[in-house]
């Protein structure tokens, strides 16, 4: 990974509901500048029971709780893990180079995990402190073109503001 700094990686930060800053599990506990490490939520928008996270090391979450998937045979069944959270912030990158190709790994990677809807029960567990954001991270890419990174990403939050963090009720 660290040797193919034009490529972006996403990896999927694991499923032992462990904390990989502590319990590192490789290559989801390297945070390295090219790779994106992606907790799973589920349908509540809370860390799956399964996810792994860490503060340093896992940047991001989305949904990753009864994802329906491809199996043999061709069918579909509905799947669980950060594995199935990952093609989603994968997705979001390809939207990010779409909207301009020009973008280096780390950039793409900056705008995927500065654009979040922030969430203060993800503060200790997320790097991000946060879920991503599709449509906040395209508009971010769109500007790319015209403004610097930072700027871009401001000026794509006063587009789509984040909305207020409520406490979630058990």
């Known amino acids: 990974i660290k040797s193919n700094s034009n490529v972006l990686f996403i990896i999927a930060a694991g499923n032992n509901g462990a904390d990989n800053d502590v319990e590192p599990h490789f290559p989801a506990a390297l945070n390295l500048s090219n790779s994106i490490t992606v907790a799973a939520l589920d349908n509540n928008d809370k860390l799956a029971d399964f996810s792994n996270y860490g503060k340093k090391s896992v940047q991001v979450a989305t949904k990753g709780v009864s994802i329906v998937s491809t199996v043999p045979r061709n069918k579909k069944a509905p799947l669980s893990g950060t594995s199935q959270a990952a093609p989603d912030v994968a997705n ?13 790994p ?14 203060s029960i993800f503060k200790e567990k997320l790097t991000s402190s946060g879920i991503i954001n599709k449509k906040r991270a395209k508009i971010a890419a769109d500007y790319t073109k015209f403004f610097p ?9 006063s587009k789509l503001p984040m909305e207020e963090d409520k406490p979630l009720v058990n």
Do not use: R
């Open 106 to 119: 780390y950039e793409i990677k900056k705008i995927i995990s500065e654009t979040v809807d922030e969430k």
């Open 92 to 104: 979001v990158a390809v939207q990010i180079i779409s909207a301009n190709p020009d973008l280096l």
């Open 149 to 157: 990174i930072s700027a871009a990403i401001k000026l794509a939050y």
